[in-house]
């Protein structure tokens, strides 16, 4: 059976595109190296014809499909399991970019180009694609939609939901769904878009999306401002919204610990303010002109200092200097990396509830778990922090995890319900999650998607073991 179903994949994408001897950890091993899986192949298709053929073939031999673009997920849900028996689709060679309608503001690519690619696409005709995060350079347009993902802009322009307008997808049947379209008005019946973008290749294959793109401002500029309290920072955010309106695109904060750990494993890197509890590092896209961008940040950090609300700021003079305001914040992940393993988590809480959670979250982690560090850092400006907690300094940090994880998890998710949150804002569920979700997720809510996977993978062979 083995046989004829890698030759029903070679028949469909050609020998080259299938491989299964030789290192193949780049396709099997997850981007935090947490999850390592063995493929029955990995195959690389050319076209979405291609992709129909590979799903066909695999349904007619009821063997399972992992869909796989940049392999930077955080959730283990983009490689496959230990079983090997399960082909790894890697959608990287469908990286066209089919048409551009600047006066529609639209641009269709395949699934399989990476993010930046796509920004620079629409940077070449003055136009924005304004979704970004660290993983711009590997992750792609597939993997950015199956996860719905977030990064530093969604305060502005929302998540990868609110960028794509329409999708091209290969059904868990084989057959292919056209849904590209350009349109910002379509009632015609159930979403179905929506049901596929942040299904994580759980429903089917996505190979291709229709994309809104944003005229490309004048300038972009950074500020950053030191806080004593996280009540401070969300006082700062309605100041900003209020002062900036839609010119505020960026409002990220850390706390010290998080940039203590950026000091240490990234000494390189300068940064513009002294130690503070808190810092915010705020981006502002302005359709005049950088002057008058730097002119908008220097009143509201005055007003602020004036109202008590930061207690410094440094409002960043060059395009290099927003650049490296940038990469400070970009660094917190890898620096926590770089200190050791730690617990990660992705959740959303109202931005008003946000203080209150941290606070009593923090005091109660401490009492439960001392000397564990939290690593605190995120997206502010939409209710989105990386509530990362890292093992004691000193001690077996494995031991740590594989003694503390469930536990330090039950705390967090408890208390995230506690304040109207979500255990997962940008990430996705993929396998790191799903018993959390089974566990916390209303029983009528889980009751209708287990309703919609059946009614779209009756067979069960798309990404199974992943989110439901
Ligand atoms: P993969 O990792 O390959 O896949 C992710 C999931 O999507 C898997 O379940 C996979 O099966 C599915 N999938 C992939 N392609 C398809 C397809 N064509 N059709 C159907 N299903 C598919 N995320 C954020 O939201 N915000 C951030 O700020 C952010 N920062 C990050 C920073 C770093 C350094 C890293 C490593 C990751 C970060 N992420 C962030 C995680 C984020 O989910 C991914 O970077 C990205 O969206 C995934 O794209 P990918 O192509 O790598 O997908
Ligand atoms: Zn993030």
Redesign the pocket.
């Given at each position: 059976m083995t046989v004829a179903l890698l030759g029903g994949l070679r028949a469909a994408v050609g020998a080259a595109h299938v491989l299964t001897e030789g290192d193949l950890s780049a396709y099997e091993l997850d981007?935090r190296q947490r999850y390592r899986g063995r493929a029955l192949a990995v195959v690389r298709p050319g076209s979405t014809l291609e992709v129909a053929q590979v799903v066909r073939t695999c349904a007619a031999h009821g063997a399972a499909i992992?869909?796989?673009?940049?392999?930077?997920?955080?959730v283990g849900?983009?490689v496959p399991d230990a079983s090997g028996t399960q082909v790894l689709l890697n959608?990287a060679r469908m990286n066209r970019i089919r048409a551009t309608d600047a006066a529609n503001l639209t641009m269709t690519v395949e699934?399989g180009c990476v993010l930046q690619a796509v920004q620079e696409a629409a940077a070449a005709h003055g136009l924005l694609y304004p979704l970004s995060?660290?993983?711009e350079g590997?992750?792609?347009v597939?993997?950015?939609l199956?996860?719905n993902?977030?990064?530093?802009q969604v305060l502005r322009f929302g998540n990868a939901r609110e960028l794509c307008l329409g999708l091209e997808v290969v059904t868990a049947l084989g057959e292919v769904w056209h849904g590209l379209s350009g349109l910002r008005k379509d009632n015609t019946g159930y979403d179905l878009r929506d049901l596929f973008i942040g299904s994580?290749?759980t429903l089917?294959?996505?190979?291709a999306a229709t994309l809104k793109l944003h005229p490309q401002p004048v300038a972009v500029t950074t500020a950053m401002a030191s806080l004593a309290t996280l009540a401070d920072a969300v006082a700062l955010l309605q100041l900003a919204q209020a002062r900036l309106g839609a010119g505020l695109t960026g409002f990220e904060v850390m706390q010290r610990h998080a940039l203590a750990l950026v000091r240490k494993h990234f000494a390189q890197l300068a940064q513009p303010l002294p130690e503070a509890e808190w810092t915010v590092l705020l981006e502002q896209s302005d359709s005049e002109s950088e002057a008058h961008a730097r002119d908008g940040f220097e009143a509201l950090l005055e007003t602020a200092l004036e109202r008590g609300v930061i207690s410094d700021a440094a409002v960043a003079s060059s395009q290099a200097q927003s650049a490296a305001m940038w990469q400070l914040r970009e660094s917190i992940?890898l620096a926590q990396s770089a200190e050791g393993l730690n617990i990660k988590h992705d959740i959303a809480l109202p931005i008003s509830a946000i203080p209150a959670f941290v606070a009593s979250t923090d005091a109660a982690l401490q009492q439960a778990f001392p000397g564990a560090r939290l690593v605190n850092f995120g997206h502010l400006g939409d209710g989105n922090l990386h509530y990362n907690v890292q093992a004691p300094a000193a001690g077996d940090a494995a031991a740590f995890l594989r003694d503390c994880e469930p536990a330090v998890n039950a705390l967090v998710f408890d208390a995230v319900a506690a304040h109207g949150g979500s255990i997962s804002a940008?990430?996705?569920i993929?396998a790191l999650k799903r018993e959390a979700l089974a566990a916390r997720k209303s029983p009528v809510a889980l009751q209708m998607m287990r309703a919609i996977k059946l009614a779209l993978d009756p067979q069960g062979l798309m990404?199974p073991g992943?989110v439901l």
């Open positions: 981007w992992v869909a796989q673009g940049g392999n930077t997920g955080l849900g983009s959608l699934a995060l660290a993983a590997s992750c792609t597939g993997g950015n199956a996860t993902a977030g990064g530093t994580e290749g089917g294959i996505i190979t992940p940008e990430h996705g993929g990404n992943r």
